[in-house]
């Protein structure tokens, strides 16, 4: 899998869009750009992904540059509850079985 | 609903004494994972169960063990827990098909030696 790059860490104002950054620079052609989120002491959960179009779905949006260097993915207006660690993941597309390959991640943290 | 259990939720076992970690899903989902978080770092993989095919991650400990009796259930055993097997061990499921797919995490099970 390639690798991916985040910002330790990030702050939004609550009610404001979050625009969360990932650099993915060896992704090829095969391979999606997952978002998956963590909140405090709970398990991971999936966001959203896309191979080259940008996408939509009622928890967030992700932009992918044309060249598939990088990403966004943007919560429109974040609550308090999207503070979280946003984990940016390439991964092949061809189906299979093989588990996630987690990097560091970004930590949000929505400010009231 | 639909989910991914894992039980208990908290577990504490004393160093060397064997433990089990369960899990069980409503999904109906084919594949299994259970992944190991420790504290401030990333989940990561130990294996996976695809169907009743076992993969083993290389770089998962032999102390590490996994069953999965049936396609609902799947359980984590650790042989001699060690000081430094505590952490969160995460259960998660997907459905296996010949394009993308997204993973259904449970709460996972944090895991105290003493």
């Known amino acids: 899998d390639a690798k991916t790059t985040q910002p330790p860490s990030m702050d939004c104002a609550e009610g404001r869009a979050a625009n969360l950054p990932c650099n993915h620079s060896?992704?090829?052609?095969?391979?999606?750009v997952y978002w998956y989120r963590q909140i405090h002491s709970q398990g991971p959960q999936y966001i959203i992904h896309g191979l080259k179009n940008n996408e939509t779905n009622e928890m967030a949006s992700l932009i992918i540059t044309e060249d598939r260097k990088s990403s966004t993915l943007i919560l429109p207006h974040a609550t308090l509850r999207d503070t979280a660690v946003y984990y940016c993941?390439?991964?092949?597309?061809?189906?299979?079985?093989?588990?996630?390959?987690f990097g560091k991640g970004t930590h949000l943290i929505i400010q009231p | 609903d639909a989910m991914v259990i894992q039980n208990p939720r908290y577990q504490v076992t004393q160093f060397g004494k064997p433990v089990t970690l369960s899990c069980s899903q409503t999904l109906n989902h084919n594949v299994m994972y259970w992944y190991q978080q420790k504290s401030s770092q990333a989940p990561k993989l130990l294996f996976h169960y695809y169907d009743k095919d076992f993969n083993n991650e290389a770089d998962t400990p032999d102390n590490f063990q996994s069953r999965r009796p049936n396609t609902s259930f799947c359980f984590l055993d650790i042989r001699s827990p060690g000081l430094g097997d505590a952490a969160m061990y995460l259960c998660a499921t997907s459905r296996r098909t010949e394009s993308s797919y997204e993973q259904y995490f449970g709460p996972g099970t944090r895991l105290t030696v003493t």
């Open positions: 060896t992704i090829s052609g095969n391979e999606y």
């Open positions: 993941i390439v991964r092949y597309s061809g189906g299979g079985a093989d588990g996630l390959t």
